[in-house]
T-cell receptor, first 109, second 112 residues
Framework: TQLLEQSPQFLSIQEGENLTVYCNSS?????LQWYRQEPGEGPVLLVT?????EVKKLKRLTFQFGDARKDSSLHITAAQPGDTGLYLC?????????FGAGTILRVKS | NAGVTQTPKFQVLKTGQSMTLQCAQD?????MSWYRQDPGMGLRLIHY???????DQGEVPNGYNVSRSTTEDFPLRLLSAAPSQTSVYFC???????????FGSGTRLTVV
């Protein structure tokens, strides 16, 4: 059983559309991390959310941590082809980083 | 500041051969990890370390060995390569695992 469930698994949208990616668990976490991975590269940390209900913004990306600290979402406004990549959520679990399976996002121009 | 450096970037091995994937970081991070990434399987943890001299197994440790003699280096050894070990391998390091990790750019390994 996966500790983190991400949805959707795959998303293909047109440039300019909005989208939301979800990361859910039945467990409570002290923090949650979001990464983006471009083809041929390693994951890059986008943001870490720590407080229940916290909202963080990174340009067109909005990250939210659920009030109960069991889930998180990533919303992209007016997606651009440069947003294409694999989006991963991860949590610290026993001194190691555990990932969800990821959401592959493809933004077509 | 180079971050996390992995070598080689590409490698082809024959079944049964052994090799070492190198990982070095210059950020004085205590925590280091190795992952493998396969299509449809996400990133799976192989081994990790919380400091020099301390290592532990992750989700998929079989067929791999690690050691951590210094803070900077965390090599991953394949003892007897098998086609099932064909994958992309990533090394990562962190000052605080609750805050986030820095990843290397990966080693693409093919075992024939």
């Amino acid at each position: 059983t996966q500790l983190l469930e991400q949805s959707p698994q795959f998303l293909s949208i047109q440039e300019g559309e909005n989208l939301t990616v979800y990361c859910n668990s039945s467990s409570v976490f002290s923090s949650l991390q979001w990464y983006r991975q471009e083809p041929g590269e390693g994951p890059v940390l986008l943001v870490t959310v720590v407080t229940g209900g916290e909202v963080k913004k990174l340009k067109r990306l909005t990250f939210q941590f659920g009030d109960a600290r069991k889930d998180s979402s990533l919303h992209i406004t007016a997606a651009q082809p440069g947003d294409t990549g694999l989006y991963l959520c991860g949590i610290e679990y026993g001194n190691k980083l555990v990932f969800g399976a990821g959401t592959i996002l493809r933004v077509k121009s | 500041n180079a971050g996390v450096t992995q070598t080689p970037k590409f490698q082809v091995l024959k079944t049964g051969q052994s090799m070492t994937l190198q990982c070095a970081q210059d950020m004085n991070h205590e925590y280091m990890s190795w992952y493998r990434q396969d299509p449809g399987m996400g990133l799976r943890l192989i081994h990790y370390s919380v400091g020099a001299g301390i290592t532990d197994q992750g989700e998929v440790p079989n067929g791999y060995n690690v050691s951590r003699s210094t803070t900077e280096d965390f090599p991953l050894r394949l003892l007897s390569a098998a086609p099932s070990q064909t994958s992309v391998y990533f090394c990562a390091s962190s000052l605080n695992p609750q805050v986030g990790y820095t990843f290397g750019s990966g080693t693409r390994l093919t075992v024939v």
